[in-house]
């Protein structure tokens, strides 16, 4: 699995838009891009996952430029339990059974 | 759809006492993993089944940590005798299909465990 790197902690007030970017320079051609959400005292939440270019649903947008080397992820107008921890990670698309390999994450708090 | 049951949600013992700890996964999900989350950190691998098989289970202690999947569903994790050092939240998760494709697995809320 590629190495990722992103930002420890981000905070943010209710109604902003965040950007929480993701650097992965090692990444492999058949690699993805996969985010989740981890809210205090629950497991993780897959929240999106994505190849190139942009990936939307309902919770969020994944914008991977071309050379595929970082990712953003976007929130549109947080709300105050948008609050938690988001984990960054890749992975060869035909591993996906295997374990997930998580990081420190980056821990975002909204205000009011 | 349920999601991943686990139990219980909290437990506290002493150390050298021993623990289990019980997880139901998504009904039809072949594959099932035992994490384990220590404060602050993110979720690592103890153990990972496929039906009622060992996929991975290079990072699980094993002196003092058991797994097993009776019957490719439950499952249940086991340690003893406890340590100072596992105090932490124990999740299950699970996932459909095969080997490729999406890397969503769906998590359950976990057991935290405090050793004093």
């Known amino acids: 699995l590629a190495k990722t790197t992103q930002p420890i902690s981000m905070d943010s007030y209710e109604g902003q838009e965040v950007n929480i970017t993701c650097s992965h320079n090692n990444i492999a051609t058949n690699d993805y891009i996969t985010w989740y959400q981890q809210f205090p005292s629950q497991g993780p939440r897959f929240i999106i996952q994505g190849y190139k270019t942009k990936v939307t649903n309902e919770v969020a947008s994944l914008f991977i430029p071309a050379d595929r080397k970082s990712s953003t992820l976007s929130l549109p107008r947080v709300s105050l339990s948008d609050t938690a921890v988001y984990y960054c990670?890749?992975?060869?698309?035909?591993?996906?059974?295997?374990?997930?390999?998580f990081g420190k994450g980056t821990t975002l708090s909204v205000s009011s | 759809e349920a999601g991943v049951a686990q139990s219980p949600r909290y437990k506290i013992i002493e150390k050298r006492q021993s623990v289990a700890f019980w997880c139901n996964p998504i009904s039809g999900h072949a594959t099932l993993y035992w994490y384990q989350q220590i404060l602050g950190q993110g979720p690592k691998l103890l153990i990972q089944f496929q039906n009622n098989g060992v996929v991975d289970d290079s990072q699980l202690p094993k002196d003092r940590f058991s797994a097993e999947r009776l019957k490719g569903v439950d499952s249940t994790l086991k340690i003893q005798p406890a340590k100072l050092e596992d105090s932490a939240v124990y999740l299950c998760a699970s996932r459909a299909g095969g080997l490729q494709g999406s890397y969503e697995q769906y998590f359950g809320p976990g057991t935290r465990l405090t050793v004093t």
């Open positions: 990670l890749v992975g060869d698309s035909y591993q996906a059974g295997t374990a997930l390999i």
